[in-house]
């Protein structure tokens, strides 16, 4: 069966460090995989997804980057944190073969920058 | 572009009311919709979909009907409980482009 691993579940940096937030699929190949934030008491917002390994959409301009190295890795990035960064991150893949399929969530990462 | 309206929440009903949280949505064609529920501190489960027009989506007694004609998939449940205390997520798709997500509703049940 497919599982998403996300990590870490929570995490507390100080402004102006790097961040490096990392998701792995498992039980699938050349799956969509995408990056979410959920800011306090917001909805979803699309940071990235990715079609293929090295390809990536930017939906939003901001201070964060991804990359997918792997097939089923893909990892979200910043060199510089701001406060703005705070948020709840959640990673998601959709497989490619099975069309109007949903989407499947990891649990999650809670990021507070202080 | 496609997107989704949600209810503005916060909702708060006692336990045993009936629930209706309203979605509608605009997109060219006809895309798959869905409901997504999240759990405190958890990522987002899928709660139920439906992939064309008329289609009734249903789990844990919660339902939702594709109206292509108001292009609406309001999601309903005829009794709650406490431990339907979420934030509740409609959202659609084309075929396997990105899901686009309604802002959320928080649902609070109260016993």
């Known amino acids: 069966s497919q599982t998403i691993h996300q990590w870490p579940a929570t995490l507390v940096q100080p402004v102006g460090s790097p961040l490096s937030l990392e998701c792995t699929v498992e039980g699938t190949s050349n799956p969509n995989l995408y990056w979410y934030r959920q800011a306090a008491g917001r909805g979803l917002q699309l940071l990235f997804y990715?079609?293929?390994?090295?390809?990536i959409s930017s939906e939003v301009p901001q201070n964060l980057s991804a990359s997918r190295p792997q097939d089923r890795q893909f990892i979200l990035s910043s060199k510089k944190l701001l406060l703005s960064d705070s948020g709840f991150y959640l990673c998601?893949?959709?497989?490619?073969?099975?069309?109007?399929?949903?989407?499947?969530f990891g649990q999650g990462t809670r990021l507070t920058v202080v | 572009g496609n997107s989704v309206t949600q209810m503005e929440g916060p909702v708060t009903l006692s336990e045993e009311a009936f629930l209706t949280i309203n979605c509608t949505y605009t997109a060219t064609g006809y895309p798959s919709l869905f409901w997504y529920v999240q759990y405190p501190g958890e990522g987002l489960q899928l709660l139920l979909k439906a992939t064309k027009a008329d289609d009734k989506g249903s789990n844990k007694g919660f339902e939702a009907t594709y109206r292509k004609e108001t292009t609406s998939f309001h999601l309903e449940k005829g009794s709650v409980q406490v431990s339907d205390s979420a934030v509740y997520f409609c959202?659609?798709?084309?075929?396997?482009?990105?899901?686009?997500f309604g802002t959320g509703t928080r649902l609070t049940i109260i016993p």
């Open positions: 998601a893949w959709v497989g490619q073969a099975t069309p109007n399929t949903e989407a499947f």
């Open positions: 959202a659609l798709t084309f075929g396997n482009e990105k899901l686009t």
């Open positions: 990715s079609v293929g390994i090295g390809q």
